[in-house]
């Protein structure tokens, strides 16, 4: 009985690889943004779970490209310091102080530990942030938000030049001004304006909610982008998941072929929404 069990899962992972065939000839070279929040991070297993992911992708032919978060992280750090915090419309603002913290966490902690996760996993990963070889060039998004930056000007050469070596670029969304200030940059801002820039088949947004939810608090698998406006003037999308759709809308009007919102706890949620045909999460199109 215990060798017949294990023949049905043996035959059902082999259905599965051969149901995925159609979509791994779909993604085949394709490039694919994945912002990996700070709140789906999770414990070790999640982010080793992230990390297989990520060097999968790349092993079948994906560029994975991916974009970090990481405001939990920087929450505890700057309540061990003992500064203060302000969010309007879910955006940090950030002053001199905590810009200085943000840059520590995401360029150093934060990105070196996705880093070594996906190289532990046999991956080629390289960790940069938006200052390095001016990849990310902003101007302040607003002076209410203080060092929070817009980004204005993307280089994708630097992350093109990392895919001919077959390396797999995690990118702290931190930015350099035009006079050299440091901005922090909303991840899912950041990682939409560098999906834009290289014009990415998919961006995949994984956070630590489901999707987007309609009035009656249902999750919506496919939207419209006039679809979402309509959703955040009723006051249906609001909180921290504006800048995410956002993000999403600014994405796919600007050349990616569609967003998805994707719950980043889930085990092999960047594969589910790839590989198979149900997918996962709400996605976004034009």
């Given at each position: 009985?215990k060798?017949?069990?294990?023949?049905?899962?043996h035959?059902a992972?082999?259905?599965?690889?051969?149901?995925?065939?159609?979509?791994?000839?779909?993604?085949n070279d394709?490039i694919?943004?994945?912002?990996f929040g700070g709140?789906?991070?999770?414990?070790?297993?999640?982010?080793?779970s992230?990390?297989?992911?990520?060097?999968?992708?790349?092993?079948v032919?994906?560029n994975?490209?991916?974009?970090h978060g990481g405001?939990?992280?920087?929450?505890?750090?700057?309540?061990?310091?003992?500064?203060?915090?302000?969010?309007?419309?879910?955006k940090r603002?950030t002053?001199?102080?905590t810009v200085?913290?943000?840059?520590m966490?995401?360029?150093?902690?934060?990105?070196?530990?996705?880093?070594?996760?996906?190289n532990?996993?046999g991956?080629k990963?390289?960790?940069?942030?938006g200052?390095?070889?001016?990849?990310?060039i902003?101007?302040?998004?607003?002076?209410?938000?203080?060092f929070?930056?817009?980004?204005?000007?993307?280089?994708p050469?630097v992350i093109?030049?990392?895919?001919?070596?077959d390396?797999i670029?995690?990118?702290?969304?931190?930015?350099?001004?035009?006079?050299?200030?440091?901005?922090?940059?909303?991840?899912?801002?950041?990682?939409?304006?560098?999906?834009?820039?290289?014009?990415?088949d998919?961006?995949?947004l994984?956070?630590?909610v489901s999707?987007?939810?309609?009035?009656q608090g249902?999750?919506?698998?496919?939207?419209?982008?006039?679809?979402?406006?309509?959703?955040?003037?009723?006051?249906v999308?609001?909180?921290g998941?504006?800048?995410k759709t956002?993000?999403?809308?600014?994405?796919?009007?600007?050349?990616?072929?569609?967003?998805?919102?994707?719950d980043?706890r889930v085990?092999?949620?960047v594969?589910?929404?790839?590989?198979?045909?149900?997918?996962?999460g709400?996605m976004?199109?034009?």
């Amino acid at each position: 009985m215990k060798q017949r069990d294990m023949t049905r899962d043996h035959l059902a992972v082999a259905r599965t690889l051969s149901e995925a065939l159609p979509y791994l000839q779909r993604f085949n070279d394709a490039i694919v943004v994945v912002k990996f929040g700070g709140n789906a991070m999770g414990d070790d297993e999640t982010m080793t779970s992230f990390a297989r992911d990520i060097v999968l992708l790349r092993q079948v032919g994906v560029n994975p490209v991916v974009v970090h978060g990481g405001g939990p992280m920087i929450n505890e750090l700057l309540d061990k310091l003992g500064i203060q915090s302000e969010f309007i419309d879910g955006k940090r603002v950030t002053d001199a102080a905590t810009v200085e913290v943000v840059e520590m966490v995401l360029s150093g902690l934060v990105n070196k530990r996705i880093v070594q996760a996906i190289n532990e996993q046999g991956g080629k990963a390289v960790g940069l942030s938006g200052k390095d070889a001016s990849l990310m060039i902003c101007e302040p998004a607003d002076a209410k938000f203080g060092f929070v930056g817009e980004p204005v000007e993307i280089n994708p050469a630097v992350i093109k030049n990392l895919f001919e070596d077959d390396m797999i670029p995690v990118i702290a969304p931190v930015g350099v001004g035009r006079k050299g200030e440091t901005f922090n940059v909303n991840g899912d801002t950041a990682a939409g304006a560098i999906a834009a820039a290289l014009k990415a088949d998919r961006l995949l947004l994984l956070t630590n909610v489901s999707g987007v939810k309609n009035a009656q608090g249902e999750l919506v698998t496919e939207l419209k982008a006039a679809e979402v406006e309509e959703m955040t003037r009723a006051g249906v999308i609001s909180g921290g998941m504006i800048p995410k759709t956002e993000t999403a809308i600014a994405a796919v009007r600007g050349g990616v072929r569609a967003c998805t919102i994707v719950d980043g706890r889930v085990a092999n949620a960047v594969l589910l929404e790839l590989f198979t045909e149900h997918g996962a999460g709400s996605m976004i199109r034009a």
